[in-house]
């Protein structure tokens, strides 16, 4: 038991088992499906999982300080409409600067969520459920003068091309840019949440808030960035969201939030704060988007139990957080504190006498 908790931690375990889970889907799915260990399959997969695992993050960076935000689904539908339109009469407008505009868009909708969270005090599921139906009106408004669509057509060049450039390719195996997108954010924000110390902030503030208030730690602008950092992020869907897809209608982004929420928890962030990675939400994403596209697959699962097989996994991953990680963490603890009290005697024990 001492060599496992010096090597691992229970949210590393966490993640083991939703990697094992991802392994039997494909080897279950292998199983029964035709070609389906193609570059086909794997590109269809990767590139779906980019997009939920960018938004992910974004509900990662809120879970763990106890908070949720659910109108991370309105917010990339807005972005990539908003930038669909603007790409759509501004053809100079290149890949970069596309990238910002939607980032910066994002960020002012996160804005709006993180003041009204953080300092109106309102509660996050409350003013997230609001902002949700405030910006989604805000795309059939916008939306009204271009007849409810964006038109793949419209868009310039690079823009009806993006979502088939590739990093590298290996036989008919395709790594596309939008996936290497998705791991530099993965990567990055696992950094931040593991080095720096805004990330750790974010853990003690979804720990223990009254401990992190006595401790001096300034909560209210901590959430509030997050929110920022969060819109921003699903600016970024907007923009992957529009350059995947193309065509755009005034639903674009329904339901992506409830995926991003899945992709968390599943990947072993906690909804009560504290715990979470973003490694684990990149896992949890993964799995969701392949399962997802293997039920697509099999023509016997409908639409409906799609949805059921996912809420069925959130329930379990909320379960398991609840009763088997809680013994878990509680198990490390008693661990740690154990193998510290060791050190100490034999500091004491090995230490000159007076």
Not at 258 to 268: E, L, R, S, T, W
Request: glycine content about 10%.
């Amino acid at each position: 038991m001492k060599f496992i908790t010096r090597i691992l931690r229970p949210e590393q375990v966490r993640e083991l088992v939703t990697l094992f889970l991802i392994v039997i889907i494909v080897l279950g799915f292998g199983a029964f499906l035709k070609d389906y260990y193609t570059g086909r399959t794997f590109v269809r997969i990767s590139t779906s999982i980019a997009i939920i695992a960018v938004v992910a993050m974004a509900q990662t960076l809120v879970a763990i300080t106890r908070n949720i935000d659910l109108s991370l689904g309105s917010i990339v539908g807005f972005c990539a409409f908003f930038l669909g339109v603007q790409l759509s009469y501004h053809h100079e407008i290149g890949p970069v600067p596309a990238a910002l505009i939607a980032i910066a868009v994002g960020t002012a909708m996160g804005l709006i969520n993180g003041l009204i969270i953080a300092y109106g005090r309102v509660p996050a599921i409350i003013t997230t459920l609001g902002t949700m139906a405030i910006y989604r009106t805000a795309i059939v408004f916008y939306s009204a003068p271009e007849g409810g669509i964006v038109s793949a057509h419209r868009l310039p060049l690079w823009a009806r091309q993006f979502a088939s450039w590739s990093i590298f390719k290996m036989g008919d195996l395709d790594f596309r840019v939008m996936v290497g997108i998705a791991i530099l954010v993965v990567i990055i924000f696992q950094l931040i949440l593991t080095y720096l110390p805004y990330g750790r902030r974010l853990y003690a503030i979804g720990s223990n808030p009254e401990a992190a208030r006595i401790a001096g730690f300034p909560a209210q602008r901590i959430v509030f960035i997050a929110y920022l950092i969060g819109g921003a992020l699903a600016g970024l869907g907007g923009y992957l969201f529009l350059l995947q897809y193309g065509n755009l209608m005034v639903l674009a982004g329904v339901g992506l939030e409830f995926d991003a929420v899945a992709a968390a928890v599943v990947g072993g962030v906690n909804i009560f704060g504290g715990t979470g990675t973003a490694i684990g939400a990149f896992l949890g994403a993964t799995l969701i988007g392949t399962l997802d596209y293997s039920l697509r697959r099999w023509p016997a699962i409908s639409e409906f139990w799609r949805n059921a097989i996912l809420g069925l996994l959130i329930l379990l991953a909320v379960a398991t957080d609840s009763a088997i990680m809680a013994r878990l963490r509680l198990m490390w603890a008693r661990a740690a504190a154990a193998m510290t009290m060791e050190l100490a005697e034999s500091k004491t024990s090995s230490s000159p006498q007076a």
